[in-house]
């Protein structure tokens, strides 16, 4: 007996993933202008968890117009010949099509208060991406359509779960009243800051993710502007974007002047 053609089967993944895209963006879309249980995520936050002092600004969510624009640029870069070229990209599909399902199981966990049970399905979105971002592999010469439309959309969307997960979880454990472990507030958020830019240096270092730190300074500098009134906060995170921008200007000098030396 001979097997199906491989052609449909794409298609079909290509048309799921784009509906899994749509379908995450739509949820989100509605959360917030038709919030069930009368505040939207941005509400809760700033009100149940006014004190939760990792929780960056209001403005540094519309990086979500971002994420979401690139992977409907994904979305389309699925069906160009050059993805053909990409040995894994079925899957990096299916791995986008779990975050996208488990982003919006998030949406309505969070909004149900079920705080506990939206970590889990934080991690399962970051654990997706984390996947995705392996099957990546470290080229580090990728072609326009490669870099703006594959790896572009995947940094920019793990970095910004990255920092969701360590806000999420930081809410999950205020709402079940943990006590620090005796370390106050500030510790643990300079604690987490100094964590989140290690692990962007890491990748800026071994894959010259330029995109993946950038989210983070976007991040560090919105709590820093939110905290502006706790210095130990406000200084450590503008320090910490610095120290992040000064990587990147490093790693983009360095590479160009590879590229001439070459």
């Known amino acids: 007996m001979k097997s199906l053609p491989s052609a449909p089967v794409d298609r079909l993944r290509q048309l799921l993933t784009v509906f899994a895209i749509l379908g995450s963006f739509a949820v989100n879309a509605i959360s917030n202008l038709r919030p069930w249980g009368g505040q939207n995520i941005g509400a809760i936050s700033n009100t149940q968890f006014a004190n939760v002092l990792i929780t960056p600004a209001n403005y540094a969510f519309a990086i979500w117009g971002v994420i979401y624009l690139g992977l409907i640029g994904f979305g389309v870069y699925q069906f160009l010949p050059v993805s053909k070229q990409h040995p894994k990209l079925k899957t990096i599909s299916y791995l986008l099509v779990l975050a996208c399902v488990a982003q919006a199981m998030w949406v309505y966990l969070f909004l149900a208060r079920l705080f506990a049970l939206s970590v889990v399905a934080m991690v399962a979105i970051l654990l997706?991406?984390?996947?995705?971002?392996?099957?990546?592999?470290?080229?580090?010469?990728?072609?326009?359509?490669?870099r703006w439309l594959l790896r572009v959309p995947f940094s920019v969307y793990l970095g910004w779960i990255s920092v969701a997960t360590v806000v999420n979880v930081a809410l999950a454990l205020y709402a079940a009243n943990w006590d620090g472990w005796?370390?106050?507030?500030?510790?643990?958020?300079?604690?987490?800051?100094?964590?989140?830019?290690?692990?962007?240096?890491?990748?800026?270092?071994?894959?010259?993710?330029?995109?993946?730190?950038?989210?983070?300074?976007?991040?560090?500098?919105?709590?820093?502007?939110?905290?502006?009134?706790?210095?130990?906060?406000?200084?450590?995170?503008?320090?910490?974007?610095?120290?992040?921008?000064?990587?990147?200007?490093?790693?983009?000098?360095?590479?160009?002047?590879?590229?001439?030396?070459?």
């Open 128 to 146: 997706s991406l984390i996947g995705a971002y392996l099957q990546l592999g470290g080229d580090r010469s990728p072609s326009p359509q490669d």
């Open 182 to 262: 005796g370390l106050t507030p500030e510790v643990w958020t300079v604690l987490m800051l100094i964590v989140s830019t290690g692990l962007g240096i890491a990748l800026l270092f071994q894959r010259r993710d330029i995109s993946f730190a950038l989210v983070l300074v976007w991040a560090f500098v919105a709590i820093a502007v939110k905290r502006a009134n706790i210095p130990t906060i406000a200084i450590s995170a503008s320090v910490l974007s610095l120290v992040l921008l000064s990587l990147i200007f490093w790693s983009v000098s360095r590479r160009r002047w590879l590229e001439r030396s070459n």
